[in-house]
């Protein structure tokens, strides 16, 4: 079926560990966006890419890293993880900047 | 910069009342305005936006949200409330400035309908 997914759903891991969540979005839009929500701050941006090849940092990228060789998909690491960064992250994508945003329904990631 | 705020964390209405959720914004130009619902363990859906035209504007599941230039405000409306309605409300603004192509988020609002 056409979307966006992400994966995992749920993922635990500690403190220094390197972890990658992935998206992956069937509409070839062009737009794609990590954001991370969590509660009093609503939803924060961290990356987003224009295209293939092109990415932006957003208002929280510190500690995170994103690539975009293909259009389909839009992986975000955290290189070394701490607990600061336990939230529920989501993925969405778009067909233009003015265009609405498709969310997947997010990874909840807690790190120890 | 860009900046919205949703000055209401949690509003509550009955069940066939008119409910408004409330937004409002800061931007250097024109705004691109957004609202999104979210059911609990999903992502958020599009409800509605204001690009340019017509102040009202309507939305999915009988919503639609008024823009206001001198208050820049964007709220959110729906004349009879549903049990259903119950999830988190978020605004979302963009500059129309070329360079600013990503959505700022509120924080969010909850909505409680009781039946």
């Known amino acids: 079926d056409a979307g966006i997914t992400q994966s995992p759903r749920y993922k635990i891991t500690e403190t220094g560990r390197q972890v990658t969540l992935m998206c992956h979005q069937t509409?070839?839009?062009?737009?794609m966006f990590w954001y991370r929500q969590d509660l009093g701050h609503g939803l924060r941006l961290i990356y987003y890419?224009?295209?293939?090849?092109?990415?932006d940092k957003g208002e929280v990228p510190d500690g995170y890293v994103v690539s975009r060789s293909k259009t389909e998909n839009f992986p975000l690491t955290l290189e070394s993880a701490t607990r600061s960064q336990t939230s529920v992250y989501f993925c969405?994508?778009?067909?233009?900047?003015?265009?609405?945003?498709?969310f997947g329904d997010g990874t909840r990631l807690s790190i120890l | 910069a860009q900046s919205v705020a949703q000055p209401e964390d949690q509003v509550n209405v009955a069940e066939g009342n008119p409910l408004t959720v409330k937004c409002t914004y800061s931007v250097s130009g024109n705004p691109y305005l957004f609202w999104y619902v979210q059911y609990p363990n999903r992502g958020l859906q599009f409800l509605l936006k204001y690009i340019t035209g017509d102040n009202l504007v309507k939305g999915s599941y009988g919503f639609e949200a008024e823009f206001n230039k001198s208050q820049t405000s964007f709220h959110l409306k729906k004349p009879s409330a549903l049990v259903s309605d119950s999830a988190l409300y978020f605004c979302a603004v963009r500059d129309e400035y070329p360079g600013r192509r990503a959505l700022t988020f509120g924080s969010g609002t909850r909505l409680q309908v009781q039946p």
């Open positions: 969405a994508s778009s067909e233009g900047s003015n265009q609405p945003q498709h």
């Open positions: 509409w070839s839009h062009s737009y």
């Open positions: 890419s224009a295209a293939a090849d092109i990415t």
